[in-house]
């Protein structure tokens, strides 16, 4: 599996520490930025990682920003991405089962290092349930 990565500067150190924890796993991780707590902008980073999991450059993505509330925004807006913002691994579970989220988003000021990885692990052990849900799904692009 490969994972791209994103982050603006509020979610910068939060990503730091999911790619840490990718590597010790062996997941191969697309780093599309940003590389500092330098001021950017995080539509910009939340369109790069959802353009790199449509077009199939990576499997998944994960996205930090803030509140992780921006940046999954901005990843929504490309069609195709179900990206979740899960701030427990309930959420986590639940996202990857009903909605087969495709992005998980997560916030550097509001959900501690520790919690994150809970939160990543889930995420990327969790499979999709299909059944009723895929209906779903195939009714959100339809818009
Ligand atoms: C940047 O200051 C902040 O607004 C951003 O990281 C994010 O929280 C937006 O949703």
């Known amino acids: 599996m490969k994972i791209a990565i994103a982050s603006d500067h509020g979610g910068y150190l939060l990503k730091e520490e999911i790619?840490?924890?990718?590597?010790?796993?062996?997941?191969?991780?697309?780093?599309?930025?940003?590389?500092?707590?330098?001021?950017?902008?995080?539509?910009?980073?939340?369109?790069?990682?959802?353009?790199?999991?449509?077009?199939?450059?990576?499997?998944?993505?994960?996205?930090?920003c803030g509140t992780g509330i921006g940046i999954s925004i901005a990843a929504n807006r490309v069609k195709g991405i179900r990206c979740a913002l899960?701030?427990?691994?309930?959420m986590a579970e639940l996202t990857r089962k009903h909605n087969d989220s495709n992005i998980l988003a997560m916030g550097g000021r509001t959900t501690d290092a520790a919690t994150a990885l809970a939160i990543t692990k889930t995420w990327l052990d969790t499979e999709f349930e299909g059944g009723r849900h895929q209906r779903r799904i195939d009714m959100l692009d339809r818009y």
């Open 86 to 90: 899960c701030t427990d691994t309930g």
């Open 19 to 64: 790619k840490k924890y990718l590597n010790q796993r062996n997941i191969d991780v697309l780093d599309l930025g940003t590389d500092s707590e330098e001021s950017v902008d995080y539509p910009e980073f939340g369109h790069a990682c959802a353009e790199a999991v449509v077009s199939g450059k990576a499997d998944r993505g994960i996205v930090c």
